[in-house]
C-alpha cells in the first residue's frame, strides 16, 4: 500500500508551483510507495497553519514565515507550530527592481521622486520594499507608490511607471516578456546597505541575478533575497523523510528542467535551513558527509 503524501504549494504560475509539481511527479516515479499528491495553499502562512494541524505533508515555505511560525505561530494560530521540521534549503527568492531603460534610473536612490510600484499593501513585496527603500533614506514621502500594478508593460511604454519592485525565483516571467518589447533594467542593490537591510529583515542575504538572465542584461546584478525551504511534519516517519531528502537532492536536474531557478539547489546549503531537521532529513545529511 503506498503511503499518501500532501505536498503543499503558496503560490501558482510561477517557480513555486513548477518547482513543486515536478517534485512531486519525481517522487512518484522514484518512489513507488508513495503517492504524492500536490495541492495549492491561500497563502503562506496558512499551509503552514494546514501542516501543523496535520492537514498537509510536505510544504515549500520561505526561511521567515517558517521561523516565525515555528517560534511563535501566524495571524491565525498565534502558537508555536511544534510539529514543523526542515527537510532542507531548496532555491531561493530574490527582489528585483526593474525600470524601463528610457526612465534613466540606474541606482535606488534615483527613485526619489519617481512613480513606483511597490506591491500589493501589506504583501511580501511591499514589506520588502519599504525596508529596501528605508536603507536608502526613503519613504513613500519621497516617491510616488503605487500598489500592484497590473499593466506594467503599458505604463512602462507611456512612460507613467518608472519602477516595480518583485519579489520571486528569477527569471521573473513578468519582466522577462516586458523586456522582450521596452528596454529594462534590474537595479542593483548596494552592499553598503546590506547591514541595514538585514538590521530590519534578518533573512535577507545578499544574492546575485546571474548574467544573461533577462535581455541586455550582461553582467550579474547584486540584489538581496531570501530561502525557500522544504517543510515537513514532525511526526512523518524517519524512513520516509529520508527518502524524500534523498529524493529532492537526487530529482534536481529534472527540476531544473522544469524551472532555472532550481539550479540554486544545492545539498551543501541543504542543512542550513532556520528551524530545526527532522530526524530522517538531518540522517541524510549526516550519512553524506561520513561518506565523502
Known amino acids: 500500500m503506498r503511503t499518501p503524501i500532501v505536498l ?30 500536490v495541492v495549492t495553499a491561500e497563502s503562506l502562512e496558512s499551509q503552514v497553519d494546514a501542516m501543523e494541524g496535520g ?13 516565525l511560525a515555528f517560534t511563535r505561530g501566524t495571524a491565525a494560530n498565534a502558537s508555536a507550530h511544534e510539529r514543523l521540521r526542515a527537510v532542507g534549503v531548496t532555491f531561493s527568492i530574490a527582489v528585483q527592481v526593474a525600470v524601463p531603460d528610457a526612465s534613466g534610473i540606474t541606482s535606488i536612490e534615483q527613485l526619489k521622486g519617481r512613480r513606483v510600484d511597490v506591491g500589493a499593501r501589506g504583501g511580501s513585496v511591499e514589506r520588502a520594499a519599504h525596508i529596501i527603500l528605508e536603507s536608502y533614506g526613503l519613504t513613500y514621502r519621497n516617491i510616488e507608490p503605487t500598489f500592484g500594478t497590473s499593466d506594467t508593460l503599458a505604463r512602462f511604454k507611456d512612460r507613467t511607471l518608472d519602477a516595480r519592485f518583485f519579489y520571486s525565483a528569477f527569471k521573473h516571467p513578468t519582466i522577462d516578456g516586458i523586456s522582450r518589447e521596452v528596454d529594462v533594467r534590474v537595479l542593483p542593490i548596494d552592499r553598503r546597505v546590506l547591514g541595514a537591510i538585514q538590521e530590519q529583515h534578518h533573512f535577507l542575504k545578499s544574492t546575485l541575478i546571474p548574467a544573461g538572465t533577462y535581455p541586455k542584461q550582461p553582467s550579474a546584478v547584486q540584489t538581496v533575497g531570501m530561502d525557500v525551504l522544504l517543510l515537513c511534519r514532525k511526526d512523518l516517519p524517519d524512513a520516509v523523510v529520508y527518502d524524500l531528502t534523498r529524493g529532492l537532492f537526487d530529482a534536481v536536474p529534472a527540476l531544473e528542467r522544469a524551472h532555472e531557478a532550481a539550479r540554486a539547489i544545492d545539498v551543501e546549503r541543504g542543512p542550513t535551513a532556520s528551524i530545526p531537521l527532522h530526524p530522517g532529513a538531518a540522517r541524510y545529511y549526516r550519512e553524506r558527509e561520513i561518506l565523502q
Open 8 to 37: 503543499s504549494i503558496p503560490f501558482t504560475g510561477n517557480a513555486w508551483e513548477t518547482i513543486g509539481r515536478a517534485l512531486g511527479d519525481e517522487y512518484n516515479r522514484r518512489f513507488p510507495h508513495l503517492a504524492v499528491n
Open 55 to 67: 492537514k498537509v505533508d510536505l510544504a515549500l515555505e520561505d526561511a521567515e514565515t517558517a521561523y
